[in-house]
């Protein structure tokens, strides 16, 4: 789910290629730059005054995000769907809490019913996801703020989603509401070096407000700042430079264009999967992500794979997994969907 960097983007990193953020006062131009990307996605996720850090990628965010709602609240139960990033299993591991894993709704969804049924008074947070990894599904996060009603904290983990689904939307597409602009979200994470075009590594969490961040700040008296609060303590100020370099020249005009691009794109893919006699999962897909059905997905993926393709397997369902990136081009498309056809005759 990454691709290849904008060239400013790459030009941006070089430049701060030795300059850590974990040390601010050092490099107090990168401290500026972070505030600056965090308050462009957090106009993007519709809170402009959010909080919140660029980090190394979801997994950190994801980690952070639970890090301070547990110390907010001293409870061990997280719930989150069967369809959640593999993120959340080396969380709750890490931090000591209880996972309690659900189920999907028939649209691949977390069960809003099943949630509400295993909160209780030792329920940290609930996570929702917009824009799963397998499917690209969004999750329905204003019922789970219903459902929550302010006896957890709601995370919602838009690593994907939080840079395709705000465009989408521009472009006229029915996106449900994901982000801060639903009440009751008390985190977002997101990835800018995903569809955001930006270099690895380069993710983001943003929090409502500042609440609860000096219960995981420490004291750091050699460095030029008296405190951190993020969980790396080295961190990466290219990719910080790169995130902002690339935002700034691009702005919403120009990742509504890369995300219809890539629209355009998937559309293209899912007609060549029709043609071979596949059913897609979701038609037409939600995001940037082909699925289709298939007995046999590692079986396809291997026999691609020989081929010089690189799909993956879903497994909530069984399924084959394509995701159109922006560096995927049409003729390139149409080579890879005489291939696969080839391969669905004989696997």
């Not at 690593?159 to 009440?183: I, T, Y």
């Not at 081929?307 to 990136?325: D, E, F, N, Y």
Request: with cysteine; glycine share 10%; aromatic share 6%.
């Amino acid at each position: 789910m990454c691709t290849a960097p904008h060239p400013l983007a790459i030009e941006a990193h070089a430049l701060f290629i030795e300059a850590n953020l974990g040390n601010p006062g050092l490099y107090p131009g990168t401290a500026d730059l972070e505030r600056d990307v965090i308050r462009w996605l957090g106009e993007l996720l519709s809170h402009p005054t959010a909080f919140g850090h660029v980090v190394s990628g979801g997994t950190e965010a994801n980690i952070t995000a639970l890090w301070i709602a547990r110390n907010l609240t001293r409870r061990r139960k997280v719930i989150y769907g069967q369809t959640a990033h593999f993120s959340f299993g080396k969380a709750v591991d890490l931090l000591g809490l209880e996972p309690v894993v659900v189920g999907q709704d028939a649209s691949f969804r977390i069960d809003v019913d099943a949630v509400a049924r295993e909160i209780d008074g030792d329920t940290l947070a609930v996570v929702g996801v917009a824009g799963t990894t397998e499917l690209g599904v969004v999750d329905p996060i204003a019922d789970l703020a219903e459902a929550v009603d302010g006896r957890a904290f709601l995370h919602v983990d838009a690593a994907f989603g939080g840079m395709v689904l705000p465009f989408l939307r521009r472009m006229g597409h029915d996106v449900p509401p994901f982000d801060f602009s639903v009440d009751g979200v008390f985190s977002v994470s997101t990835d800018p070096h995903k569809m955001g075009l930006s270099t690895v590594p380069s993710g983001a969490i943003l929090f409502r407000e500042e609440q609860g961040a000096e219960l995981i700040t420490v004291e750091a008296p050699y460095l030029t700042v008296k405190d951190q609060r993020s969980l790396s303590g080295t961190r990466c100020s290219a990719a910080v430079a790169a995130s902002w370099a690339v935002m700034s020249h691009l702005g919403r005009e120009g990742y509504t264009r890369v995300v219809e691009r890539c629209m355009s794109l998937t559309e293209r893919v899912a007609d060549g999967v029709r043609g071979a006699g596949a059913e897609l999962v979701l038609d037409p897909p939600p995001m940037n992500i082909v699925a289709f059905h298939h007995e046999r997905p590692g079986a396809v993926v291997a026999a691609m794979k020989e081929k010089g393709w690189c799909l993956s397997r879903a497994t909530h369902p069984r399924a084959v997994r394509i995701v159109v990136m922006p560096h995927a081009r049409e003729e390139t498309v149409d080579a890879m969907v005489a291939d696969l056809g080839e391969v669905l005759q004989k696997v």
